[in-house]
C-alpha cells in the first residue's frame, strides 16, 4: 500500500455510534454459493433507528453551530431517512427543524414521519409547486421570525456532508486491518451521491485497493456517476487534498431501478426476505433491499468468483418499514 493522504477534516460533532459492527454473513454467503459477503452496519449508528446520514450530519450540525445557526431546514420524500435523521440531530442539538416533503400531506404519520412528528419536526408539504420554491419560503418565514436557519440540500449530500463517509473509510480500515481481512468490493444503495463519493474519495484518501459498486435505486447511472465524482472531487479540495483523479473509480449500476423510486418488486421482497432468514438482519424496501437484490442477482450472473470478499454497506432504511407494510407481506 501507498503513504496515505491526510485529509484536514472541519469540526465535527458525535452524533453516531461508531465503529459500526463489521460482520460477516456467513449464512447468506453459503446459501448463495459466492463470494464471501462482510455487512457493514450503518443501520446501527443509533440516531432514531440509525442510517448513513449520521455521518454526514456529524459535520453538517458542525457546521451550522459555527455558522450560528439555530435551525435546520431540509428536504426529502415523505419517508425519507435523512429527514427523519435531520430531526433526531436537531431535537438532540437543540435547534429547531423544518423539513419539506415532497407531495400532500396523506394524513396518516407512520414510518419515518411518525418519527418526523415525535421528534418536533415541522412538516411543510410541496403539493405540486417545485421543491426549491417552498424550501426558500420556509426559509424566508424563518428569518421573519428572527431566526437563523441552516439549509441542508437533498441527502445531507454536499462537500460537508460527504466528509462523513471519507471518515468511514478511515474506520473500515482499522477494522479490516483488526479483522486481517480483505475485500474486493462494496456494494451498496445510492441516490443523491454524497455516500459514495465519500467512500470513493475515503479508498483513495486511505489507500483501500477495493472497487466500489453504487446500486441506483432511482436514477441513470450516467447522472450518478457525474454527481458523485463532482461532488468527490469538490470534496477533495474542502479537505485540503488538492485535484485528485476520482471518475475512474465511480461505478454504477442501475439496472435494478425497475419501475422506479420505492416501486417494491418481487425482487426487494425476496432480498428482504433472503437476509432475514438467513442472517436475521433487517434491510428497508426502497434503498437497502434494492441494493441486496443487485447483488444477489450479480451473484447469481457469476460477477464474483467463490475467493472474493464483497462488503455490503447497510446504509439504514429500517424506520421506512411500517409503510410499506402492505408490499412486504
Ligand atoms: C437507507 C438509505 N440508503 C442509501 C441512501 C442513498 O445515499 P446517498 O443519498 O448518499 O446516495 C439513502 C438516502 O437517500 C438512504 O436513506
Known sequence: ???????????????????????????LSRHLNGPQILIKRDDQTGLATGGNKTRKLEF??????????????????????????????????????????????????????????????????????????????VINELQAMGRTPYNIPLGGSNVVGVAGYVLAMQELRE???????????????????????GIVLGAIVYDLPVRILGISVDHPAAMIKTNVSALATATATHLGLGTLTISDRVEVNDDYVGEGYAMVSDAEREAIRMVAGWEGIVLDPVYTGRAMAGLIDLIRWGAFTRGQTVLFWHTGGTAALPAFADKLL
Open 1 to 27: 500500500m501507498g503513504p496515505m493522504m491526510n485529509p484536514n477534516y472541519p469540526p465535527r460533532v458525535h452524533l453516531a455510534h461508531l465503529p459500526t459492527p463489521l460482520e460477516r454473513m456467513d449464512r
Open 60 to 137: 453538517l450540525l458542525a457546521e451550522a453551530q459555527k455558522q450560528g445557526c439555530d435551525h435546520l431546514v431540509t428536504v426529502g420524500s415523505p419517508q425519507s431517512n435523512h429527514c427523519r435523521q435531520t430531526a433526531a440531530a436537531a431535537a438532540r442539538s437543540g435547534l429547531g427543524c423544518s423539513l419539506v416533503l415532497k407531495g400532500a400531506d396523506p394524513g396518516q404519520y407512520t414510518g419515518n414521519l411518525l418519527l418526523d412528528r415525535l421528534l418536533g419536526a415541522h412538516l411543510y408539504w410541496t403539493e405540486d409547486r417545485p421543491v426549491a420554491d417552498v424550501v426558500a419560503e
Open 175 to 197: 477494522q479490516l486491518a483488526a479483522q486481517k481481512q480483505n475485500i474486493d468490493f462494496i456494494v451498496f444503495a445510492t441516490s443523491s451521491g454524497g455516500t459514495q463519493a
